[in-house]
């Protein structure tokens, strides 16, 4: 299996449930992330991962928490949501050159679409 | 404030004609910028990118502009196929990391037999 990976592709949940979306990339990638896009607006940037490590948290409410163990792997474990967290959630994975020489491009996995009812 | 801009949210074309797709930003820190295209029940999917020492960069049927003193960059296609409908995401990057890229709202494009 190639390219990014994301389970479930749809996610119905109650406003108390706790669920997780995970993402895993099969490209050797050093970077991952999670995007949202809500409808009619464009993505968002929430977290980013390089070397397992956060590097940036977008001002996300803390109802969403992501988790990265390894470099393949991203998570992002909901709790709490509310109808208006409904949206795409896309993880997507870079390769990162750092030094000035990134800009690499983004390889998207096809998304968990997300209801919260 | 957006910092990156598609004004046209749907554009529709005929098959074998030239479609133009537009992008303004606001940020002069940006210097490289990407094409995403998506089609449903997909990400999106790179198409073609532009350092900001560049003014143009041409792949196949797919070109991009960039003017820099306007903050304004293009996508051009042609000639326009009917698989090329779908969703045109301009993005901007002004850093080493592709992932902070701001993205546009993107651009429906319809492209009729």
């Known amino acids: 299996e190639t390219g990014v990976t994301q389970t479930p592709r749809h996610l119905v949940m109650g406003m108390t449930n706790k669920k997780s979306l995970k993402c895993e990339q099969h490209l050797g990638h050093n970077a991952m992330y999670w995007y949202k896009q809500s409808a009619k607006k464009p993505l968002e940037l929430m977290f980013v991962?390089?070397?397992?490590?956060?590097?940036e948290n977008n001002s996300v409410p803390s109802r969403f928490s992501p988790e990265c163990p390894n470099s393949s792997h991203l998570f992002l474990h909901l709790h709490t949501l509310q109808p208006e967290d409904s949206a795409l959630y896309l993880c997507?994975?870079?390769?990162?050159?750092?030094?000035?020489?990134?800009?690499?491009?983004?390889?998207f996995g096809s998304g968990t679409q997300l209801s919260v009812l | 404030d957006q910092q990156v801009k598609q004004n046209s949210p749907s554009l529709s074309v005929q098959e074998g004609r030239i479609s133009i797709l537009n992008c303004d930003y606001t940020?002069?820190?940006?210097?490289?910028f990407l094409w995403y295209k998506k089609y449903p029940a997909e990400g999106p999917t790179f198409l073609i990118s532009i350092s900001s020492i560049k003014d143009k960069n041409e792949d196949g049927r797919f070109t991009v502009f960039l003017n820099k003193s306007a903050k304004h960059l293009s996508l051009h296609i042609v000639p326009s196929q009917p698989g090329d409908s779908a969703v045109y995401f301009c993005?901007?990057?002004?850093?080493?990391?592709?992932?902070?890229?701001?993205f546009g709202d993107g651009t429906t494009l319809t492209v009729k037999p």
């Open positions: 997507a994975s870079s390769q990162e050159r750092g030094g000035g020489v990134g800009n690499e491009k983004l390889f």
């Open positions: 991962y390089n070397f397992k490590e956060q590097t």
């Open positions: 993005a901007a990057s002004g850093s080493t990391n592709a992932g902070k890229s701001t």
């Open positions: 940020n002069s820190m940006f210097d490289y």
